[in-house]
């Protein structure tokens, strides 16, 4: 942690041995103890409210519902090393056990240098990737960047724009999220995992994640904001966020200048959700359009 | 030098009770008006929520933790309506003339406040977010880079050059109000 005794002293403090900066210590003085009127109590409660509105809450995006996902995985991990213990105790030849070995180890880092494994390992190494990145790691190789990117504008969290082609099914634009330096190219070639015995993807957190991010890219690329906002429609049609994510998509066609599309999006939105947390800017957009 | 206290954990509802004052400052500061002040105050506690709250462990504090997301969502408010036409960049002083003005305050601190803020949005907004912090909001240094993710370095090199941009336009404001002024004198005393 940096030293605090490095800060140099506040620009009013430096002032007041500066006669010819009255005014300037006056101003920033008025400054300093001026604030806005903003109602807490009012703000709580529409944010509250908010909250509590079905359409706004990732179940996977909440402290609590990682702290269930963990949970989960680790009752998972339990019964799989349960089962796969059983499973040896009734194979007695050798070569028919290496499937298990290798799922033991891949879940508990284990690694096992079995030929017959190693297709059940690639997949297991997968599953092992997840449960060690929880609540961060992408779970699904298409989907989107974690919400960590947001956490730090100028840190090492890079963010990569990737087209991967998923077998049976069409090129997404995917942007992966890598918090730690790694490859981000690596998470997004890696199979989608086929073992249906371990959970991989939590769907509700993989929906927050495409949402934020093309909330995200509203700013710097509303294209691609709505691109995301498309692809989450696809993905997840009867998702939880379809309000945020019908909202950033008008916000995108706004910015875009597509009037006719904004204008009949946000007729359709306000009249579902007036009060919405977004509807207030969406009509703002709307009034300012040429 | 002191222990650091363990990580401790802020829900976004808490964070709302205790900094939502805080955000709506922050924010104004930032240039945003008061029509979508509490739409955005709004968007910055969803964010932290979606987020998962705020874990302290000692380096950030909520309020710099706050103000980066703030700085995100006034960027992405300020950036879609340039895009969209809806509001082309205003000279800075009439911007802040435009802003409410409250009548418990004297017209000379309303302009002073003016001054400051108009002096303000003429920084660029990393500089501006850095300078509201450090010498409006009294966070330090360190806070404000663990907040941002970024050496402690560069907020001092960010300050510095908003100090010395933030004095000159307050400066060339102040000039701007005076010779109006000298102006008018003279038309009330020549006949």
Request: charged share 25%; with cysteine; aromatic share 4%.
């Amino acid at each position: 942690m940096t030293d605090f005794d490095h800060d140099p002293p506040r620009l009013l403090e430096s002032l007041t041995a500066e006669r010819s900066k009255a005014s300037l210590r006056h101003d920033l003085e008025l400054a300093r103890r001026a604030r806005v009127d903003y109602s807490v109590d009012a703000g709580l409660s529409r944010f509250e409210s908010t909250l509590a509105g079905a359409s706004t809450l990732p179940a996977g995006g909440t402290v609590a519902g990682f702290a269930a996902l963990r949970w989960f995985l680790g009752a998972t991990l339990l019964l799989g090393i349960g089962v796969s213990a059983w499973l040896l105790s009734q194979q007695p030849d050798p070569q028919a056990r290496a499937p298990a070995i290798a799922s033991i180890g891949s879940i508990g880092s284990i690694a096992r240098a079995d030929d017959a494994a190693q297709s059940v390992r690639s997949e297991d190494g997968k599953v092992a990737e997840i449960v060690a990145s929880v609540p961060r790691g992408p779970s699904d190789p298409s989907s989107v960047v974690s919400s960590e990117s947001e956490s730090s504008p100028g840190s090492t969290a890079r963010e990569s724009v990737a087209e991967t082609k998923q077998p049976g099914g069409t090129g997404k634009v995917g942007v992966v999220l890598n918090s730690d330096g790694g490859e981000p190219a690596s998470v997004a070639a890696s199979p989608r995992p086929t073992s249906k015995s371990l959970p991989t993807s939590d769907p509700a957190l993989d929906e927050a994640k495409l949402i934020d991010a093309a909330r995200k890219r509203l700013a710097e690329d509303p294209a691609a904001a709505l691109a995301l906002t498309e692809q989450a429609a696809k993905r997840f049609p009867k998702g939880a966020m379809v309000q945020e994510r019908r909202g950033y998509a008008i916000l995108a066609l706004i910015a875009l200048d597509r009037v006719d599309e904004a204008e009949q999006r946000a007729s359709e939105y306000l009249e579902r959700w007036p009060k919405g947390p977004l509807s207030r800017r969406i009509r703002e957009g709307l009034s300012l359009l040429p | 030098m002191l222990e650091a206290p363990p990580p401790r954990h802020h829900d976004a509802a808490s964070l709302f009770r205790q900094h939502a004052g805080f955000v709506a400052n922050f924010l104004h500061r930032l240039g945003v008006g008061p029509t979508e002040l509490d739409d955005l105050v709004q968007e910055v506690f969803l964010v932290s929520h979606r987020r998962g709250g705020f874990v302290e462990d000692g380096r950030a504090r909520p309020t710099t933790w706050l103000a980066e997301i703030s700085i995100r969502v006034a960027s992405v408010s300020r950036r879609s309506r340039r895009r969209s036409r809806e509001q082309p960049d205003q000279d800075t002083v009439l911007d802040a003339q435009s802003r409410e003005i409250d009548p418990s305050r004297s017209l000379e601190n309303q302009q002073a406040l003016d001054r400051v803020q108009a002096a303000l949005d003429s920084l660029d907004p990393e500089r501006r977010a850095i300078f509201i912090l450090f010498e409006l909001e009294g966070e330090s240094c360190a806070a404000i880079a663990a907040g941002f993710g970024i050496p402690v370095g560069t907020v001092y090199s960010r300050l510095h050059k908003a100090r010395k941009q933030f004095k000159e336009a307050h400066t060339r404001l102040q000039d701007r109000e005076r010779k109006p002024l000298r102006r008018t004198e003279r038309a009330t005393v020549m006949p």
